[in-house]
């Protein structure tokens, strides 16, 4: 097999560019939430919309998939992510079961495919 | 009874700092990292079949630690986007880690701790980590909470640059659904992850109304639904669950 030695100069500035806009946001978090009441409504918010914006990625991560998980049909992957919930709350909440069961529905999928 | 935060008297004695750091790198060692690893072994493979360096993958992963921003910055790299649209489209993706670090803050803040360890801890928030430290961090006592923080996060780091590692060089001798099902792991455990502690009713409408405008709001505008549901639905569970308290109380 053949695989490029080294990448070039192009691809570590982007690198180094996605690195600045990726930390820009982490620091963004440190000065304002340095500063924040842990009971105050402001925290409260900010909880919330942090909460809401992971509940968002995940639905778009199953419903809206980039690349080859996308050629899963659509009730297929909704299917997985509710089999890996239901085996999840009988194996007495293991994060483990639901990820395998879901995971496996997956593959067999993309081998009936 | 705030879930973030016990009263002082019910948390445990400072174990101090490396045993801190040991006790997180153990919450995330196998399960956790094993996860992780194995959503990056699908960069590492992105990256590998698309014809640029395992440096370009390793340089990435370490200093730009978020899945969807690594992505998006490698899909239009590629692709001969200009600097400015990665930068835009990176900073988009990865936005949602402003309000996790926000909200992470309060909770592992010690008074008189010099600003530059936060600020340095901060380059470890990714999902994982930030919610396995929100789960973890109200029963620790207040001095070991940012040590725990950094010991989970590294062994994440780690388990990611291996993933990547692998990813790259098994791209072309991993089966086709051995991939997409190790990919579709990443999302499947964030949702598991998230559903483990909803003692915090304000947490659970937020889970809730994010997930339902979701998708509503991906297909108004796929570039920015993810931040407008967060806002919109965040919002909305944080003023439902003021009503609901002050009805009760």
């Known amino acids: 097999m053949t695989l490029p030695e080294f990448s070039p100069a192009g691809a570590y500035i982007a690198a180094c560019v996605a690195a600045a806009a990726t930390y820009f946001w982490r620091a963004f978090g440190v000065a304002i939430g340095s500063r924040l009441d842990l009971k105050g409504p402001v925290f409260e918010w900010f909880a919330s919309v942090a909460y809401a914006v992971l509940a968002a990625l995940v639905v778009r991560l199953v419903v809206f998939p980039s690349g080859e998980l996308a050629h899963i049909p659509l009730a297929v992957r909704v299917g997985a992510a509710a089999l890996a919930l239901a085996a999840y709350a009988l194996g007495r909440r293991s994060i483990f079961a639901g990820c395998l069961v879901g995971a496996c529905v997956i593959a067999l999928a993309a081998i009936w495919h | ?249």
């Open chain 2, 1 to 249: 009874m705030d879930a973030h935060d016990q009263a002082s008297e019910l948390l445990p004695p400072a174990m101090g700092v490396s045993a801190a750091i040991r006790a997180g790198a153990h919450a995330a060692a196998l399960a956790p990292a094993l996860v992780l690893g194995a959503s990056y072994v699908g960069f590492g493979s992105y990256v590998g079949s698309h014809g640029l360096g395992l440096d370009f993958a390793l340089f990435n992963t370490f200093t730009a630690w978020a899945l969807p921003g690594q992505l998006a910055a490698t899909e239009l790299y590629l692709a001969g986007s200009g600097l400015l649209a990665v930068a835009l489209a990176v900073a988009l993706a990865n936005m949602r880690l402003a309000p996790m670090t926000v909200v992470m803050m309060p909770v592992v803040h010690v008074a008189g701790r010099a600003a530059w360890r936060s600020y340095a801890a901060a380059f470890f928030v990714a999902v994982t980590c930030w919610a396995m430290t929100m789960m973890t961090a109200p029963r620790l006592a207040r001095a070991d909470r940012l040590s725990w923080f950094i010991g989970c996060s590294l062994t994440l780091w780690s388990a990611s640059l291996a993933g990547t590692a692998v990813g790259f060089y098994a791209a072309e001798y991993l089966p086709r659904p051995l991939t997409l099902a190790l990919v579709f792991l990443n999302p499947l455990y964030f949702m598991l992850l998230f559903l483990q502690d909803l003692r915090d009713r304000a947490r659970l409408y937020a889970l809730v109304s994010g997930a339902a405008l979701g998708v509503p709001f991906h297909l108004l505008t796929p570039e920015w639904g993810l931040l407008f549901a967060g806002l919109a639905g965040g919002t909305a569970a944080a003023a439902l669950a003021r009503r609901r308290r002050r009805i009760a109380g």
